[in-house]
């Protein structure tokens, strides 16, 4: 494994990413579909001061998600029935670049429709003077139309937890910390708590919870967090997402780095965890405890796992465009893996609330290359179940 040096010193340069000027049009669009694809600007794109948006669209099944915002947005927010938007997908990447492989997957994302995507970090590499400037290039222009100059024909929004390349984060002005929380703004995503300059975020979009910490310790501790995140939190669905692993958490070359203490946190509370960082993909079974990988008898099925207080799975997607790595042999071969794999770059997806049960979700990992590899083609299987209990 070539290893990869971090530049020491950066240049901010000044951005001037986002407008605010744009954002009452771009609110308006996000909320007036439920679907993928964010449609354009009905002012033909850009400016809209001094114009009265269009008229909210009808109610929909989304319309239960939102009650905050007087735009019709219907995104953002705990819902009150805790449910997830009606076939909610989501992308799960990390360690993307920002290069051809990464545009790659952002197109796989784009050709399986999701809806949004979460980023398990590591964003940028190498010895770029604007490294957070040339992510959000790679990944306006692909998926974030709502941004103005983007040449993306949809918008997917995104969600990112920092990783360890991604030292700037905390730059000013065009940093990734502060790019990412204008664009929530663009999105028309209702704050949570805290935010993405904070590196330890949750919110809710779409009706999915997700907690975002930092790939470093913090003071109240990440394991705290996720807890003060998720105790009183009624969503059904919740997702844990951060960018480093445990030894046992991961099948690529990662060693013990995040403490099994939030993990075991996450599972008590039913969230799904969601790692970066290996350069490879995996997913446990059903586990009820994660320091010792014990899997649960109940519900052992690779292909139907479980969810629900004290019992949840890992996963690590991280072949998102930087590089892919090899497993290591000796950890994939335990028998708490529910699927493993490394070379080609994809993505995992994940669609919440499916066949009108907002308690059932159905999941894939599929390469650039159009291929599902979990599940197997030999399971005879095309997606894996999840069911959330109670
Ligand atoms: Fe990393």
Sequence with gaps: MSSRHEPSRWVPVVSGVLGTLFVCAVVWACGASSEVSVEADPDGGGGTSGRNPPPPPPPTD????????????????????????????VAFIGDTGSGADFKSVLQLIVREKADFVMIQGDLTYGFSLTPAADWFTAVDN???????????????????????????????????GQGLKARLVTW????????????????????LKMVMVDETETNPTRADYVNSQLQNDTQIWKICSWHKNMRASNVGPKN????????????????????????????????????????????????????????HFFFDSSIGGEDTRSLEASVAAAPYWASTYTGSFGALFITFNVDGNPKKAEGYFKTVGDVVVDPPAGSGKTTFTITKTP
């Design 62 to 89: 989304a319309a239960v998600f939102d009650s905050a915002t007087p735009d019709g947005d219907t995104d953002g927010g705990p819902t009150p029935n805790g449910a997830t938007a009606p076939n909610l997908k």
């Design 142 to 176: 692909e998926i974030n139309k709502a941004q103005p100059g983007s040449t993306a024909a949809v918008t997917i929004p995104f969600f990112v937890s920092k990783g360890n390349h991604d030292i700037s984060w905390g730059g000013l002005g065009d940093g990734l």
């Design 188 to 207: 028309g995503v209702p704050a949570g708590n805290g935010d993405p300059t904070k590196k330890n975020y949750s919110l809710v979009y779409k009706g």
């Design 256 to 311: 013990d780095e995040m403490g099994w203490a939030i993990y075991e946190n996450c599972r008590n509370q039913g969230a799904i965890v969601a790692q970066g960082h290996s350069h490879t993909y995996s997913r446990s079974k059903t586990l009820i405890k994660d320091s010792d990988q014990t899997v649960d008898t109940a519900c052992a099925d690779p292909f139907a796992p479980c969810v629900g207080p004290g019992k």
